[in-house]
């Protein structure tokens, strides 16, 4: 099984272009998630789903747009690049919500010109 | 929010040392999360626990919920076992995770 797939790997982009990160798990998973790590601070939430066709935002959900039409795919859209939003990006995916073990993807590091 | 703090910050042990990384947080939980998060960036989950403890390997958790604490254990530690090490909450939703900082750890041979 290949768990969690998130492409690109590495991204540059210009401010003001947008752009989608792709997330997908073969897993049958309910639960996924996009995460965001920056230096010195913590893994912060951005958005979430529980399941397809339901999403809600997390902890730094601005500028950042999320659609879960299926089980399998979580893409994370940039809508207008701004150079804040340089960072880790990391999907996860559980059975159910926070309370089960997470699977993380290998992560997008993203820089914004 | 749930404030999750991890001490020490920084960690160097050597090889065979036994090592201990602590997780405190501000509000109550139902269950908390050890992950491993290695220098080529990739995060392994270690452990999710509600009480007492776990083991797994070389590894050990442990968390006290009355005292909103958990720690996580390396016996004999190696190596290998450099990473930076992370605590994480679930936060009153149940569905959203909080998540310290981190404990970098570096095992020298």
């Known amino acids: 099984n290949a768990g969690v797939t998130q492409t690109p790997k590495f991204q540059v982009l210009k401010t003001g272009q947008s752009m989608t990160l792709q997330c997908a798990q073969d897993?049958?998973?309910?639960?996924m998630s996009w995460y965001r790590q920056d230096p010195g601070m913590g893994l912060r939430l951005i958005h979430y789903?529980?399941?397809?066709?339901?999403?809600d935002q997390g902890e730094v959900p601005n500028g950042y747009n999320v659609s879960r039409s299926t089980t399998e795919d979580f893409p994370l859209r940039l809508l207008s690049a701004a150079p804040s939003q340089t960072s880790v990006y990391f999907c996860?995916?559980?059975?159910?919500?926070?309370?089960?073990?997470?699977?993380f993807g290998d992560g997008t590091r993203l820089s914004i010109l | 929010k749930n404030e999750v703090e991890q001490s020490p910050q920084n960690l160097t042990a050597q090889e065979g040392e036994f090592i201990t990384i602590n997780c405190s947080y501000s509000?109550?939980?139902?269950?908390l999360h050890w992950l491993q998060q290695h220098p080529g960036g990739g995060i392994v989950s270690l452990f999710m626990?509600?009480?007492g403890k776990k083991k797994h390997g070389r590894l050990i958790a442990t968390i006290n919920i009355q005292e909103k604490h958990s720690s996580l254990h390396i016996t004999a530690s190696h190596p290998r076992d450099s990473a930076v090490y992370i605590c994480?909450?679930?936060?009153?939703?149940?569905?959203?995770?909080?998540f310290g900082k981190g404990t970098s750890l570096l095992v020298t041979p």
């Open positions: 996860a995916s559980s059975r159910q919500g926070a309370s089960q073990p997470q699977h």
């Open positions: 897993m049958n998973h309910e639960y």
């Open positions: 789903s529980v399941g397809a066709g339901i999403t």
């Open positions: 509000v109550g939980i139902s269950a």
């Open positions: 626990l509600s009480s």
């Open positions: 994480a909450v679930i936060g009153n939703s149940g569905y959203a995770l909080n």
